[in-house]
């Protein structure tokens, strides 16, 4: 496994993505990052690779400036953090793609290495990374993602689910504004595909009760107003909630189909098993 301050470092551009700043220790040059798989879902990585965009490391530095840091230690809080040095006791599944959206994006691509160190950076203890912020942790995973080619709407949807984690993970009123935007969410959802279908394809209306939206198209105009009016309940991540709610109104009715196919698939594999076939 490679040593990032070791002298025989070979910095080679990441074959993946050659112009994305992902540097591999790769004595070969060909600019690979090995990997062995140790489970049924871990893998170890075997290579160094470090992340050298001059543009988004001196963002970070000023980031952490401005939050009171010392300017020699916001810079070796970037090299540490922009650096990922493998261990064997540090295993990984890649990028934490659920299975029901891997239909969207895979566990590996261009966000991998991207992944990988953001990973590094976050843990169950909050903060606790080498930035010292959860929050700028997953700044920097976006702006990793944005130099190595990842398209605009799927980086910004993958910032906003570790956005969510974060504020998940943070506990207290946080995690009460997450748990009050998804009840919206939910609310939401329902009423665009209700309203959008009552008003294109004739779907009987089900909300006819006397309210002020009581109707399809005032229905569908307050549930769009929803998004910017939860968008507060995510505080300076609100571009996050944004872009997690239009995401959610495609994305959810999606994986809530992948999610009902791959429980059926688990039945039927029980099945099997209890009729032991071979």
């Known amino acids: 496994m490679g040593d990032a301050t070791s002298s025989t470092t070979r910095w080679v551009p990441w074959r993946v993505a050659p112009a994305s700043g992902f540097e591999v220790d790769d004595p070969t040059g060909r600019g690979s990052v090995g990997t062995v798989q140790i489970d049924e879902r871990q893998f170890v990585v075997l290579n160094t690779f470090r992340y050298s965009d001059q543009g988004v490391e001196n963002d970070l530095v000023a980031k ?11 810079r070796a809080a970037v090299d540490r953090a922009r650096t990922f040095v493998p261990r064997e006791d540090n295993p990984t599944d890649l990028a934490s793609v659920p299975r029901f ?9 261009k966000h991998s290495l991207a992944a990988l160190i953001h990973d590094e950076l976050i843990s169950d ?25 990842v398209p605009w709407l799927k980086r910004w949807l993958m910032w906003s689910a570790v956005a969510l984690r974060t504020r998940w993970v943070a ?27 009552a008003l294109l394809f004739d779907w009987p209306w089900l909300f006819d009760w006397p309210w002020p939206v009581s109707s399809p198209g005032w229905s569908l105009t307050v549930a769009l107003l929803m998004i910017f009016i939860a968008a507060p309940l995510w505080g300076r991540q609100w571009a996050a909630s944004l872009i997690a ?24 594999e029980g099945f099997a098993r209890t009729l032991r076939l071979r």
């Open 125 to 149: 203890a909050v903060n606790s990374g080498a930035l010292g912020s959860d929050t700028l942790s997953d700044r920097f995973f976006r702006e990793m993602m944005r130099t190595s080619g």
């Open 245 to 268: 709610a239009v995401g959610a109104l495609w994305l959810v009715p999606a994986a809530a189909v992948t999610s009902l196919a791959w429980i059926v698939y688990r039945v039927l």
């Open 171 to 197: 506990g207290g009123y946080r995690r009460l504004s997450i748990v009050l935007w998804l009840l919206l969410s939910v609310v939401g959802i329902t009423a665009t595909i209700g309203s959008a279908g």
């Open 101 to 109: 959206m891997r239909w969207f994006e895979d566990s590996y691509g």
């Open 64 to 74: 952490l400036v401005r939050g009171g840091m010392g300017q020699s230690q916001a």
